[in-house]
């Protein structure tokens, strides 16, 4: 088994209305369920919004701070799945179902051990 990073991609902004971001949510859970029951499920997380970000450079002998995203952009990176895939395959097959449930781009990438 291999592992894939499912990285979710949505847009600069507010959250959506309740009455939308609720059945998003409820099919994220279903299929959370359904990875964890085929055993691919490893990990998943939200994320904050990008102004909590904290960019740390090193520059010299000095680290530097910056405050807010890395890249500036109308999307970002606000969650991510990783999970175990016998191949690219049905990584991209649960990215599939990802994409459906969030309604939002997902980028699919090996981890490398």
């Known amino acids: 088994m291999a592992q894939y990073l499912l ?36 990990f998943a997380a939200g994320l904050h919004p990008t102004q909590t970000a904290t960019v740390v450079r090193q520059q010299g002998t000095e680290v530097l701070l910056t405050d807010g995203p890395f890249a500036e952009g109308k999307e970002h990176l606000g969650g991510f799945t990783v999970i175990d895939a016998s191949d690219l395959d049905a990584a991209l097959g649960w990215a599939g179902k990802l994409a459906r449930a969030t309604t939002l781009p997902i980028e699919v990438r090996p981890i490398q051990h």
């Open 7 to 42: 990285s979710v991609y949505q847009p600069v902004g507010p959250a959506p209305d309740p009455e939308i971001l609720a059945p998003i949510m409820r099919d994220l859970e279903a299929l959370n369920r359904e990875m964890k029951a085929a055993g691919a499920w490893v």
